[in-house]
């Protein structure tokens, strides 16, 4: 929180420029923000601390590990946060990609697939926390932006990042508990609203 403080860009930004202080963004995994430690760095530090400090109750008290891997603890973005009435049920919720270090990913996905105009924070017609699909150009029907080329290109680097975000988290609990005789779980989103139809967009927003 105190480096978020200094940088608020480590927090996920929405397109009005919402700041969700819940998790780290995915954006900055591998950097060094947080006093020369990147936060995949000190996610696996404290996993670390947390098996030698009760490495005596593992596999008899402690028989499973669940590693948080976003906000609560989920594999998401902090798409519909409900703090402040921000988001209600069932809104679509928003895409979390304006921070400046998922804006200079996405950027370098754009330039690399020969679109530099789509590398600049993501969709501006899908709507806000609270629409609907059908509120939206890009969420509507089975012709809204969702279905297009760009559709399709930005949803695959958004769900992308969030995929490459749980391998590296995994991969540090893997490496931390590969010896230690517990299960290791994580914790998938249920997005369930507005599942009939075409978009889902609530689960898009999400990643």
Request: net charge negative.
């Amino acid at each position: 929180m105190e480096e978020m403080d200094k940088d608020q860009d480590l927090a996920y930004t929405d397109r009005s420029g919402r700041r969700n202080y819940e998790y780290v963004s995915l954006g900055c995994d591998a950097l060094p923000v947080l006093k020369g430690r990147t936060p995949i760095q000190c996610y696996a530090d404290f996993m670390r601390a947390f098996r030698d400090r009760f490495a005596t109750f593992m596999g008899n008290t402690i028989v499973e590990i669940q590693v948080g891997m976003g906000p609560a603890g989920e594999l998401r973005y902090p798409s519909y946060p409900e703090s402040n009435g921000t988001w209600k049920f069932p809104g679509i919720g928003a895409f979390q990609c304006n921070d400046r270090y998922m804006r200079s990913s996405l950027k370098a996905a754009a330039e690399a697939a020969g679109k530099p105009q789509w590398g600049h924070g993501g969709p501006t017609d899908a709507g806000g926390y609270n629409n609907w699909p059908e509120d939206t150009i890009f969420f509507r029907g089975d012709n809204g932006g969702w279905s297009t080329e760009y559709g399709d290109f930005f949803l695959s680097w958004y769900s992308q990042m969030l995929l490459e975000h749980g391998d590296r988290i995994l991969s540090g609990a893997t490496s931390v508990f590969a010896a230690a005789p517990v299960e290791v779980s994580v914790k998938v989103a249920g997005i369930h609203w507005h599942y009939g139809t075409l978009s889902h967009a609530p689960e898009l927003t999400a990643g």
